[in-house]
């Protein structure tokens, strides 16, 4: 994800560094089959499981915190609504619908699976969470946030990529569209 220019660039900006390390704390094939596991075991009205992916930390820096991305699986139709604290934008960006506070960006896409995964999938969003403790007492500006919103789509693209979402959701270059509230954006992607 990082080795693309813009993305890089991007990145730097919302981290507020040009140095920054990575750690992965699941390879691609264990977060497929960690995601996979987890959509087995999925139940409408169980507490989501989460999949830690990766984090960005800044380097030779004195600030703490990091940009974490999690992936989990939440019911498509909607009755898991998320409660992001704090004055909350809403987006779509080509179809998925995000969410975004300071601190927490949200982007819910449908990923339709194959194989006995196929039933299970078509219940269910895959939610990709990041969480950029950056920001935390600091101002941020819409562009920060909608530059929040387009590292998460391109990542969650790549998540995509590695289930195989047969539907391939996240193909399209990211359009960033913000609204006033989650019906609007909603309405926007259909």
Known sequence: MAKDADTHNM???????DQYG???????????ERLA??????EPGRTEFTTQACAFSPKNTERDGSL?????????DGSSKSKLPGKVGYYNINGALG??????TKLRVQCDLAGKLRKPSSQVSLVADASNTLN?????????????????????RKATEVLDCENNPLKKDPVVKSYTTPEEAAQAGS
């Open 11 to 17: 990145l730097q900006q919302v981290i507020r560094t």
């Open 99 to 104: 969410e975004a506070n300071d601190v927490i």
């Open 68 to 76: 974490s991305v999690e992936l989990s699986w939440t019911a498509r």
């Open 136 to 156: 935390i007492g600091t101002k941020v500006d819409p562009k920060t946030i909608d530059q929040q919103i387009t590292i998460l789509y391109l990542m969650t």
């Open 37 to 42: 596991d987890e959509l087995q075991q999925w």
């Open 22 to 32: 990575i750690t992965i704390y699941n390879t691609n094939p264990d977060l497929s």
